[in-house]
């Protein structure tokens, strides 16, 4: 049964500023885990907001941090624009800043994943690699590569999803990232989707994939579920 949620406006300090955010969670009493949901090169558009409801029904909070500060677009020009752009250090330490932030809140249990896709995704390995505060992590299509140095460090268990027919990430990045996973005994999980593009979840692009979309979205549910709680805590 799905939870009643809320989802709302949020902010959080982050270096000499601050990040706005969106957020979804469950309104019922009790602590749940949390996820921080990390975009694509579009910023953060409706398909986001509609992930963290989507994740907010499933049990948990979910943190949408805008790291492009506001800036949105639906042209690929631009998005790549921006993506290219990013301080990527930068936009880690404000993902970063989202973890105490959200242990903060009454409704939190302590428990964080983070779910990234496309750019997202490779923000968030990155992040699974430079701290110890994640307990699960998710990439779908990671088109940010971190070198195989860092890869090495990542310390949560591993969910990737990828798409045989992707355009964009090439087979041989995600090899890559297998063989070192493999080689430092680092727990994780990786789904193909036959003839699924790159960005196939995402159904205000052209790339989307339906059966893809519909196939990954329970996998990672179950993941986060299993390795951040078995649902709410009540408090």
Same mark, same amino acid.
């Given at each position: 049964?799905?939870?009643?949620?809320?989802?709302?406006?949020?902010?959080?300090?982050? /270096?000499?500023?601050? =990040?706005?955010? @969106?957020?979804?969670?469950?309104?019922?009493?009790?602590?749940?885990?949390?996820?921080?949901?990390?975009?694509?090169?579009? /910023?953060?558009?409706?398909?986001?907001?509609? *992930?963290?409801?989507?994740?907010?029904?499933?049990?948990?909070?979910?943190? %949408?941090?805008?790291?492009? +500060?506001?800036? =949105?677009?639906?042209?690929? !020009?631009?998005?790549?624009?921006?993506?290219?752009?990013?301080?990527?250090?930068?936009? &880690?330490?404000?993902?970063?800043? #989202?973890?105490?932030?959200?242990?903060?809140?009454?409704?939190?249990? #302590?428990?964080?994943?983070?779910? /990234?896709?496309?750019?997202? /995704?490779? *923000?968030?390995?990155?992040? =699974?690699?430079?701290?110890?505060?994640?307990?699960?992590?998710?990439?779908?299509?990671?088109?940010?590569?971190?070198?195989?140095?860092?890869?090495?460090?990542?310390?949560?268990?591993? *969910?990737? +999803? @990828?798409?045989?027919?992707?355009? &964009?990430?090439?087979?041989?990045?995600?090899?890559?990232?297998?063989?070192?996973?493999?080689?430092? !005994?680092?727990?994780?999980?990786?789904?193909?989707?036959? $003839?699924?593009? +790159?960005?196939? %979840? $995402?159904?205000?692009?052209?790339?989307?994939?339906?059966?893809?979309?519909?196939?990954?979205?329970?996998?990672?549910?179950?993941?986060?579920?299993?390795?951040?709680?078995?649902?709410?805590?009540? #408090?």
């Amino acid at each position: 049964m799905a939870e009643r949620i809320v989802s709302l406006h949020a902010f959080y300090p982050s /270096g000499e500023g601050g =990040v706005d955010s @969106y957020m979804s969670r469950p309104t019922a009493k009790g602590a749940w885990p949390a996820v921080i949901i990390l975009y694509e090169w579009w /910023g953060l558009e409706e398909h986001f907001r509609d *992930l963290s409801r989507s994740l907010a029904q499933e049990g948990f909070v979910a943190l %949408v941090p805008d790291l492009y +500060h506001g800036r =949105v677009t639906s042209s690929p !020009q631009e998005a790549a624009k921006l993506k290219t752009s990013l301080d990527i250090e930068r936009a &880690i330490q404000e993902i970063l800043d #989202g973890v105490p932030y959200l242990r903060s809140l009454p409704f939190v249990s #302590g428990r964080i994943g983070v779910v /990234g896709f496309c750019m997202g /995704g490779g *923000l968030a390995l990155l992040g =699974v690699c430079r701290s110890s505060e994640f307990s699960a992590a998710v990439t779908y299509f990671p088109s940010i590569y971190p070198d195989s140095s860092e890869l090495e460090k990542i310390s949560c268990p591993l *969910l990737i +999803h @990828y798409g045989t027919a992707d355009v &964009i990430t090439p087979m041989s990045e995600i090899d890559r990232i297998k063989k070192t996973l493999e080689r430092h !005994q680092k727990p994780y999980e990786l789904y193909l989707y036959e $003839n699924a593009d +790159h960005a196939f %979840v $995402n159904d205000m692009h052209k790339r989307y994939h339906k059966e893809a979309a519909e196939a990954s979205w329970p996998r990672t549910v179950e993941f986060l579920r299993r390795h951040l709680s078995q649902g709410k805590k009540e #408090g």
